[in-house]
Structures are given as C-alpha cells and as structure tokens.
C-alpha cells in the first residue's frame, strides 16, 4: 500500500467508523484516535478528504438514516425519529432536515424528492482493503416479481417504493420471506440518465396478476455465476462490481453468458444500518 493509499484509509476508517456508531456522542478527539491522526490537524483533514467538516457530516449521516426510516416505516412518528437522530425537539429535526433536503420530514415522507438526496450524499471514494473472494456458484431458475426501472439511476428509489407498495398490498412477495433482487442492464457510468435500465425484484411463487404499479413477471434463468460479497452502503457497489469485471473476469478464463449481472440484496434499510448491508453480485457465467 502506498502513502496515498494509507492516508485515504485512516479516513475511509474514521467514515466506517461514524456509520456504526451514529446513535453514540462522537467527538473530534475519539475520532481523531479512530484515524492516528492529531486532533490538532484531524478536522482539517477531514473536512479536506469528505468536502465538510466533521460534525456537519455527523449529523447528514445521522438525517439520512432518518430519511430511510421517514421513507420506509411510515408508521414510525416523526418525533421517533427525530429523538433517535439526536434532536431534542421535533422543531430541530424539521429545520435541521429541509435545511439539508428542501422538503420538510413530512413532506419527504409523502412525497420525497431524491435526485438532491443523491447530490447531497455522494459518498466519498473509498479504497479497496483486500483481496476480493469470487465463487463460482450453479444459480437455479428463480420465478419473479419485476418492476421495471427506465430512467435516471438517482430516482430508482421512487420506482422502489411502488415496489415496496406493491409487496405490501398484494402479499405475493413479502419482503421478510422472499428474496429480493435488481438486475442491471447498463453501467451507470457510461450510459445517459434517461437510458439506463435498471428491474427491482423479488421472488414470488405465483403469477403476477396485473396491478397499478406496473409489476409483472419474470425469471432469472438457472446458470453458473460468479458471485462477489459487497459489504457497505449501495452506493458504493460499483467499488466491487468494477473490480469483479474489470480485474477478477479477464484472468479468470470464463467466458459470459447472455444475462446482465444482478445483486441479491441480503438485508435492506432501515432493517439494518447502511454499513450492514450485504449485497451479493452474480456475473453470469457460460
């Protein structure tokens, strides 16, 4: 590991570091330990590395678990939420919350505008720490349920959420029994916002009968597949599926089959914290 690379991961560190422990008092001297950095310099380094400084980003970490759980347990109260994030009234967490969004909590919760969530929480580059596990695994034919995603990569959680609608009023793929999936047709990095192509899915064990929310049916057909471990928050896929492509397939000698990657998503927010998620990534395999 070079100096460069050393230096980036006390920070990627310290990143980890607040994810796991955002229900707990941070301060510039605990985290300036977590790093081995002098607390003297730490918050100027930081701020330098994530583009803001340290308490700023603790508390946007801390809103966008809030704005998961706003999102995804609508019958959690609002001042729940603004308690477990640290606020000390309701009042706080409202002009804390469209200070960073634009919408107020409830106004997110009805009807959240995710394209500036996105901007605002870019995460910064993380550095790859070890070699990357690949198994080579036969994948069986897997009847599902699809939601059809044509558009921008930052609004799929609004195709998300139609699909989370869907599960809960239909009961044919409830998310604490089926399997849930996405399978991806285009690299975000070098396809056009308006032609990217993303399904949302999950298992199901009967047909789909036609619905308002546009789901139909699907099936991701049995076949040999690398599979790769992304551990961490999903907008840091690509840290594992560029390596698995770019770097683990050309060596391996394999040759593709005619089905785009997909991710088993294991866990999902606000289940777990973003830093427990675990995603397996399927490159399908002749």
């Not at 330098?48 to 109260?77: N, P």
């Not at 603004?82 to 909590?105: I, T, Y």
């Not at 551990?231 to 000698?253: A, E, K, M, N």
Request: charged share 30%; net charge neutral.
């Amino acid at each position: 590991m070079d100096k460069a690379q050393a230096y980036a991961e006390r920070f990627d560190r310290v990143v980890r570091y607040i994810e796991r422990h955002l229900d707990e008092p941070l301060t510039v001297e605990g985290l300036s330990r977590v790093a081995h950095f002098s607390k003297f310099h730490f918050h100027r380094q930081f701020t330098l590395y994530t583009g803001m400084g340290v308490f700023a980003f603790i508390r946007q970490m801390r809103l966008k678990h809030a704005s998961h759980r706003l999102c995804y347990r609508r019958e959690e109260r609002i001042i729940d939420i603004a308690l477990d994030a640290g606020f000390e009234s309701p009042e706080a967490f409202s002009r804390a919350f469209k200070q960073v969004f634009g919408q107020s909590p409830s106004q997110f919760r009805k009807s959240p505008q995710w394209q500036p969530w996105k901007e605002r929480f870019r995460p910064p580059p993380m550095q790859r720490r070890e070699e990357m596990e690949v198994r080579i695994v036969e994948f069986p034919e897997t009847r599902i349920a699809v939601l059809p995603h044509r558009g921008a990569p930052e609004k799929i959680d609004e195709s998300a959420l139609k699909f989370i609608e869907w599960r809960k009023q239909s009961g044919l793929s409830p998310v604490k029994q089926a399997l849930t999936f996405g399978i991806v047709y285009d690299d975000p990095a070098v396809t056009e916002p308006e032609l990217f192509r993303f399904d949302i899915c999950g298992t199901v064990s009967e047909p789909v009968p036609e619905n308002p929310q546009g789901v139909g049916n699907g099936i991701i057909p049995a076949g040999r597949c690398a599979v790769a471990r992304h551990l961490g928050c999903h907008d840091r896929i690509g840290d594992t599926v560029y390596p698995l492509c770019r770097d683990w397939f050309p060596q391996s000698g394999e040759e593709l089959r005619d089905f785009p990657i997909f991710f088993h998503y294991l866990n999902l927010v606000p289940d777990v914290a973003e830093h427990e998620l675990v995603t397996d990534i399927y490159l399908p395999l002749k």
